[in-house]
Nanobody, 119 residues
Framework: QVQLVECGGGLVQAGGSLRLSCAAS????????MGWHRQAPGKQRELVAS???????NYADSVKGRFTISRDNAKNTMYLQMNSLKLEDTAVYYC?????????????WGQGTQVTVSS
């Protein structure tokens, strides 16, 4: 099992910045991918950004150039620096870690942290 604990959400004005972090613990494999997903009210959960244990990153088009994902493998911690926040970034942000064991994908989720962007 893997446990994920997020922190760093909150209320910020449009144009401001927030930094989210996600600390992972438990049975974490060397090869894994961590990511941030978000879900706004009435909308489906969507991928915001992901980063592999090797450092390869992927971003949703809506956050490219504004958000930066990073990780510290020694601390099993992932970060999301969010700059130039927009009203539409308001959502619950979830940390995800997935890894493969014997060909089967294992997905783990954090409890979510609320990000609210105000005008």
């Amino acid at each position: 099992q893997v446990q994920l604990v997020e922190c760093g959400g909150g209320l910020v004005q449009a144009g401001g910045s927030l930094r989210l972090s996600c600390a992972a613990s438990g049975s974490i494999f060397t090869l894994n991918t961590m990511g941030w997903h978000r879900q706004a009210p009435g909308k489906q959960r969507e991928l915001v950004a992901s980063i592999s244990s090797g450092g390869s990153t992927n971003y949703a088009d809506s956050v490219k150039g504004r958000f930066t994902i990073s990780r510290d493998n020694a601390k099993n911690t992932m970060y999301l620096q969010m700059n130039s926040l927009k009203l539409e970034d308001t959502a619950v942000y979830y940390c995800n870690l997935y890894q493969t064991s014997w060909g089967r994908r294992q997905d783990y989720w954090g409890q979510g942290t609320q990000v609210t962007v105000s005008s």
